[in-house]
T-cell receptor
């Protein structure tokens, strides 16, 4: 488990640059994946999802890539803006329908 | 769009008292809702699955007698923290799916910050 006081890893990017947030998942039976954004004091907000029969999906300014071979998921944010600063979680669902969250990464956008 | 509403957003209670948190789906019916708990700087941990008209399913290590869940209608699930203690202080978040199958996103409420003094 995590040590007490361990902070979430942080990714710092310059405003306007592209951001890439990575996530490794462990359950090879998971077949549905979601990226969420969580701002301080709020619940997670849906960003984009992808099913296991796809390896890429694009939304507005965001792209999710899925590599099932190495069990890796990434979120790419184009032209990162200050409003993108938040904690980002990947989440996965398998046959049991339960959504399991990854550890989260803090995205900090420098003006 | 889909909206999940939680109430209250913040609550402070004394040790030994009980607190009820409500979770409502505002524009859709939810036969299943999920309750999560989040500690500061940590990820969300699933506590239980709330099923309309039947008993909730609790995750391993979650005390069902301490965290009472009632899902009396298709739009309302409640979580009651009974005999709260300071270690129950946390951020509690509910969620629900608008779609009928598991390959549809969970939509989350804005959470309830519980502080037990």
């Amino acid at each position: 488990g995590e040590s007490v006081g361990l902070h979430l890893p942080t990714l710092s990017v310059q405003e306007g640059d592209n951001s890439i947030i990575n996530c490794a998942y462990s359950n090879s039976a998971s077949d549905y994946f979601i990226w969420y954004k969580q701002e301080s004091g709020k619940g997670p907000q849906f960003i984009i999802d992808i099913r296991s029969n796809m390896d890429k999906r694009q939304g507005q300014r965001v792209t999710v890539l899925l590599n099932k071979t190495v069990k890796h998921l990434s979120l790419q944010i184009a032209a990162t803006q200050p409003g993108d600063s938040a904690v980002y979680f990947c989440a996965e669902t398998g046959a049991n329908s339960k959504l399991t969250f990854g550890k989260g990464i803090t995205l900090s956008v420098r003006p | 769009g889909a909206v999940v509403s939680q109430h209250p957003s913040r609550v402070i209670c004394k040790s030994g008292t009980s607190v009820k948190i409500e979770c409502r789906s505002l524009d859709f019916q939810a036969t299943t809702m999920f309750w999560y708990r989040q500690f500061p700087k940590k990820s969300l941990m699933l506590m239980a699955t709330s099923n309309e008209g039947s008993k909730a399913t609790y995750e391993q290590g979650v005390e069902k007698d301490k965290f009472l869940i009632n899902h009396a209608s298709l739009t309302l699930s409640t979580l009651t923290v009974t005999s709260a203690h300071p270690e129950d202080s946390s951020f509690y978040i509910c969620s629900a799916r608008t779609g009928g199958n598991r390959n549809s996103p969970l939509h989350f409420g804005n959470g309830t910050r519980l502080t037990v003094t």
